[in-house]
């Protein structure tokens, strides 16, 4: 049973474009839902984190926003760049608990 | 300051072998998170630690892997009679304190089993 599902799993978007990543999650026990980037060769570095009693966070040109009652929870990239282009990967934990990841979404920004 | 750091980083394995993988959490996290990460996957839970206590293992996928932390800040993986399903990236991660779970990982070692 994969408890977080992320779509789409590959995308691409003009420079200055707004990527957007798209993730559900199952168990309603999950109260941390963090986005995660991940360059080849590399482990996984935390871009923005979301709590389930706000329903939007920006930080900088990244902004996630939560619908709890749907389950859901998106990535924006705004004005992205070419250096974006990365793995993005939702993540979902209860508590202080290992993370449940998503199954990664690849994103290539085109100059 | 360092971030969280694994060696090796590139592991091959025979069949059968047995492997330890090394992970040196940032100085003072109270937390450390093993996890395994196949090619083109998002990486999966295996185990984790609060100082030297193993908390939960439920991720680990057969009684050949094992971890430990025995003195509440190096840990180490290891994998017992090597299969080649066991090919992946084994990636650690810390965090400061139980409560904040804002998880800092390393680069992974890449171990390949033939």
């Known amino acids: 049973q994969q408890q977080v599902k992320q779509s789409p799993q590959s995308l691409i978007v003009q420079k200055g474009g707004i990527p957007i990543i798209n993730c559900a999650y199952e168990?309603?026990?999950?109260?941390?839902f963090p986005w995660y980037q991940q360059f080849p060769g590399k482990g996984p570095a935390l871009l923005i984190a979301?709590?389930?009693?706000?329903s939007e966070k920006k930080e900088g040109r990244f902004t996630i926003s939560f619908n709890k009652s749907a389950k859901q929870f998106s990535l924006h990239i705004m004005d992205s760049q070419p250096g974006d282009s990365a793995t993005y990967f939702c993540?979902?934990?209860?508590?202080?608990?290992?993370?449940?990841f998503g199954k990664g979404t690849h994103l290539i920004i085109q100059p | 300051g360092a971030g969280v750091s694994q060696s090796p980083r590139y592991k091959v394995a025979k069949r059968g072998q047995d492997v330890a993988l090394r992970c040196d959490p940032i100085?003072?996290?109270?937390?450390l998170f093993w996890y395994q990460q196949a090619l083109g996957q998002g990486p999966e839970f295996l185990t984790y630690?609060?100082?030297?206590?193993?908390?939960?293992k439920s991720g680990l996928p057969s009684d050949r892997f094992f971890a430990e932390r025995p003195e509440g800040s190096v840990s180490t993986l290891k994998i017992q009679r090597t299969q080649q399903e066991d090919s992946a990236v084994y990636l650690c991660?810390?965090?400061?304190?139980?409560?904040?779970?804002?998880?800092?990982f390393g680069a992974g070692t890449r171990l390949s089993v033939l």
């Open positions: 991660a810390s965090s400061l304190m139980t409560g904040v779970n804002i998880q800092y």
């Open positions: 168990n309603t026990a999950f109260d941390y």
């Open positions: 979301i709590r389930p009693d706000v």
């Open positions: 993540a979902a934990a209860r508590g202080a608990d290992g993370l449940t």
């Open positions: 100085s003072g996290h109270v937390s």
């Open positions: 630690f609060q100082n030297e206590a193993q908390l939960d």
